[in-house]
């Protein structure tokens, strides 16, 4: 059982480059989310899907976008890319809209924007 | 202590002792609290929880206790053992019955173990 699995681990970008991160999770969950970790900031919530077919925004959407492909997979989008998006990105799932007990998170994806 | 807000970088303990990790809230709606361990280069793992209704709640070497009056929050872990260090955050929703998307994510506590 692989819970929530994220790629790629690492990535380097160019600024104006374009990129997805992938996000799986094998537990019938129906919420995903994507936040980034930045030092010295506590997680922050760039989108989020509640359930199958629905995606809304988070605390800072800007720059990003998200498609919930079926109910296993949400992926994150930087159409181009900037340096201030350089940062760890982390995916996590939630087995119902209602948060009760855990957000499961992926292993983190480290990004660079050169 | 930390706060959902400031940031306390680094708690250091003997391995055996008794550690305690705070978080300071500010949103007296707060309803839902979380602890999080995160081990270097990996994901938050969720570690206990606890609802506005209570006080105190217990796991295995650890226990939250809420303070409603300050709007504290503290982890204790128990005989602190070196698999133990690592990054320690709370995180606090106001939305009862809400989703993950309330949550604010505190900045973190740097728990290192002393041999």
């Known amino acids: 059982n692989a819970g929530v699995t994220q790629t790629p681990k690492f990535q380097v970008l160019k600024t104006g480059q374009s990129m997805t991160l992938q996000c799986a999770q094998d537990?019938?969950?129906?919420?995903m989310y994507w936040y980034r970790q930045d030092p010295g900031m506590g997680l922050r919530l760039i989108y989020y899907s509640a359930s199958e077919g629905t995606t809304d925004k988070g605390e800072v959407p800007n720059g990003y976008n998200v498609s919930r492909l079926n109910k296993r997979e949400f992926s994150l989008r930087l159409e181009s890319a900037a340096p201030s998006q350089t940062s760890v990105y982390f995916c996590?799932?939630?087995?119902?809209?209602?948060?009760?007990?855990?957000?499961?998170f992926g292993e983190g994806s480290r990004l660079t924007v050169l | 202590g930390e706060s959902v807000g400031l940031h306390l970088p680094t708690l250091s303990v003997q391995e055996g002792d008794n550690s305690i990790i705070n978080c300071a809230y500010s949103n007296s709606a707060s309803d839902y609290f979380i602890w999080y361990k995160q081990e270097s280069g990996k994901g938050p793992q969720f570690i206990i929880d606890?609802?506005?209704?209570?006080d105190k709640r217990q796991g295995q070497r650890v226990t939250v206790l809420l303070n409603k009056t300050v709007k504290h929050l503290s982890l204790q872990i128990a005989a602190t053992q070196p698999g133990d260090s690592a990054v320690y955050f709370c995180a606090e929703t106001p939305y009862s019955g809400g989703g993950a998307d309330g949550l604010t994510f505190g900045k973190g506590t740097h728990l290192i173990i002393q041999p």
């Open positions: 996590a799932s939630s087995a119902g809209v209602v948060l009760e007990g855990e957000l499961f």
């Open positions: 606890i609802r506005s209704n209570m």
């Open positions: 537990m019938n969950h129906n919420s």
